[in-house]
């Protein structure tokens, strides 16, 4: 509901804030495309028009901007629409997670899929596209983990991890808790809202009961498939921020704008010399 974001967001999804020039979940979206995704399923709900508007077709902006000499911002758009094809899911009341993976489960069909929580920005695609590496040499599902100072675990899944993380930072997993005490967590591996989960994920998300407030947890849908089959994580060191704070959201936009290729100089300059 991005109430963190208010009042931005009583008009404005906080999906579609942007990051410099462009939204938080275009970001997401590129970032699967970059690790060989091509059909994206935006879950969303009818209270968030805005989402869909931002995904159709603008014939007449593009005619403007080829007409009055701007024809790279027309195919960069163009490019971007290009890239995937986009489908909705509606999840219209906030049950959890793992409820609104479950909303996806028709469109996504009986194939192995990836779930990017657009609140996580990562630098790049070579995470995601790992985890799909590593999924389909198993057979089974990968989540996205990063280690953190043990005080900060409670805000996260946290995996318990059998035996040592390999060279190209891929471990297997136990099973996992959602949102542990320090003391009770696991390890120091938290999931970093990156998945590529089975067909069977859809049937364990069935299979999961509503825990605290009502919400059908994603984690408690994987503890069911790491018991069932091959469960691993793979442990990274990308860059990364929580675009679902304020805070996060305003490093992400000055860390993207430092390496952007039109601002980036510009914007390092006036930053360095700002008391
Ligand atoms: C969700 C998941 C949690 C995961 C986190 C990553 O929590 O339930 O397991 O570690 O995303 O951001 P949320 O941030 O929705 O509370």
Redesign the pocket.
């Known amino acids: 509901m991005g109430t963190r974001f208010l009042p931005a967001t009583k008009a404005v999804p906080k999906e579609l804030l942007p990051i410099i020039d462009t939204p938080a979940l275009q970001l997401i979206i590129d970032e699967a495309v970059g690790a060989g995704f091509d059909h994206i399923v935006v879950v969303t709900s009818h209270s968030k028009p805005a989402i869909e508007a931002y995904f159709r077709p603008a014939p007449d902006v593009m005619a403007k901007l080829r007409s009055s000499g701007r024809g790279s911002v027309a195919d960069r758009l163009q490019r971007t629409a290009d890239s995937a094809r986009i489908s909705f899911a509606y999840q219209d009341d906030p049950h959890?997670?793992?409820h609104a993976v479950g909303c996806a489960r028709a469109a996504v069909g009986d194939d192995p899929f990836a779930v990017l929580?657009p609140?996580?920005l990562m630098g790049d695609s070579t995470l995601l596209a790992q985890m799909a590496d590593v999924a389909g040499v198993s057979g089974g599902s990968v989540v996205g983990l990063k280690r953190v100072p043990t005080s900060e675990v409670s805000?996260?899944?946290?995996v318990d991890p059998i035996g040592e993380i390999d060279a190209d930072g891929v471990v297997a997993v136990r099973t996992?808790v959602?949102?542990p005490s320090p003391d009770a967590a696991p390890s120091d591996l938290?999931?970093?809202?990156r998945y590529v989960l089975g067909a069977g994920a859809f049937d364990a998300i069935d299979r999961v009961q509503p825990g605290a407030g009502g919400e059908i947890?994603?984690?408690d849908a994987?503890k069911l498939l790491a018991a069932d089959g091959p469960f691993h994580g793979v442990v990274s060191e990308i860059s990364r921020h929580?675009t679902?704070t304020p805070f996060g959201w305003l490093t992400a936009v000055v860390d993207l704008a430092l390496d952007d290729r039109e601002i980036g100089a510009q914007f390092r300059a006036w930053l360095h010399g700002r008391r």
Do not use: F, H, P, S
Not at 155 to 158: F, H
């Open positions: 959890g997670l793992g929580l609140d996580e805000a996260y899944g946290v996992m959602e949102k938290i999931i970093i809202g947890q994603l984690t994987l929580d679902g």
